[in-house]
């Protein structure tokens, strides 16, 4: 079964970095494109960046480019999100998901539990 | 950025009733919309993929039709698992977007 880990939320303060990582298992990691989703509380769902499967192509939402930067290991089958400036409103749960197919523009077949960003002073 | 709205905000429904919901999009996605449940503390499941292909796993209760603009996720009959928040998703262009949600609650 494909499993997909996400770790590294936590509280920071507005102006803050923090970096996100998505252990993926169970598939061949390098043969799908993967995306950062994100929900703020109570509210619905947000995509944020993809990545293409060998790392070269990448997008981002423009509320967090310029701000976010996407990238992946897969030597180590792990996806990462570095979040830099981070303002209140990024407040969410981010979940690591992976694309369908190889296709940077996809839907999202497999979801990991998520992981709390609180952007607080 | 295309807009996806969802209707209604909030379907009350009892078990093994039908459930209809309805997603439109501000522009034309051809068929490039999918469907996604969201139960309470749980991360969202893929059901339906281009409109109408289910996703792997999906009961055959769960249905998918529309092209264009307009969408209909059908659920035959309702299970007490299929009680929670359906999104829709478009990947026709940039960027990806979610609808609002129709949340289906026990009536």
């Given at each position: 079964?494909?499993?997909?880990?996400?770790?590294?939320?936590?509280?920071?303060?507005?102006?803050?970095?923090?970096?996100?990582?998505?252990?993926?298992?169970?598939?061949?990691?390098?043969?799908?494109?993967?995306?950062?989703?994100?929900?703020?509380?109570?509210?619905?769902?947000?995509?944020?960046?993809?990545?293409?499967?060998?790392?070269?192509?990448?997008?981002?939402?423009?509320?967090?480019?310029?701000?976010?930067?996407?990238?992946?290991?897969?030597?180590?089958?792990?996806?990462?999100?570095?979040?830099?400036?981070?303002?209140?409103?990024?407040?969410?749960?981010?979940y690591c998901a992976r694309a369908l197919t190889n296709?940077?523009?996809?839907?999202?077949?497999?979801?990991?539990?998520?992981?709390?960003?609180?952007?607080?002073? | 950025?295309?807009?996806?709205?969802?209707?209604?905000?909030?379907?009350?429904?009892?078990?093994?009733?039908?459930?209809?919901?309805?997603?439109?999009?501000?522009?034309?996605?051809?068929?490039?919309?999918?469907?996604?449940?969201?139960?309470?503390?749980?991360?969202?499941?893929?059901?339906?993929?281009?409109?109408?292909?289910?996703?792997?796993?999906?009961?055959?209760?769960?249905?998918?039709?529309?092209?264009?603009?307009?969408?209909?996720?059908?659920?035959?009959?309702?299970?007490?698992?299929?009680?929670?928040?359906?999104?829709?998703?478009?990947?026709?262009?940039?960027?990806?977007?979610?609808?609002?949600?129709?949340?289906?609650?026990?009536?």
């Open positions: 079964e494909v499993q997909l880990l996400e770790s590294g939320g936590g509280l920071v303060q507005p102006g803050g970095s923090l970096r996100l990582s998505c252990a993926a298992s169970e598939f061949i990691f390098n043969n799908y494109a993967m995306n950062w989703v994100r929900q703020a509380p109570g509210k619905g769902l947000d995509w944020v960046s993809a990545i293409s499967g060998s790392g070269a192509s990448t997008n981002y939402a423009d509320s967090v480019r310029g701000r976010f930067t996407i990238s992946r290991d897969n030597s180590k089958n792990t996806l990462y999100l570095q979040m830099n400036s981070l303002r209140a409103e990024d407040t969410a749960i981010y296709t940077l523009r996809d839907y999202f077949d497999y979801w990991g539990q998520g992981t709390l960003v609180t952007v607080s002073s | 950025e295309i807009v996806l709205t969802q209707s209604p905000a909030t379907l009350s429904l009892s078990p093994g009733e039908r459930a209809t919901l309805s997603c439109r999009a501000s522009q034309s996605v051809s068929n490039y919309l999918a469907w996604y449940k969201q139960k309470p503390g749980q991360a969202p499941r893929l059901l339906i993929y281009d409109a109408s292909n289910r996703a792997t796993g999906i009961p055959a209760r769960f249905s998918g039709s529309g092209s264009g603009t307009d969408f209909t996720l059908t659920i035959s009959s309702l299970e007490p698992e299929d009680f929670a928040v359906y999104y829709c998703q478009q990947r026709s262009n940039w960027p990806p977007t979610f609808g609002g949600g129709t949340k289906v609650e026990i009536k």
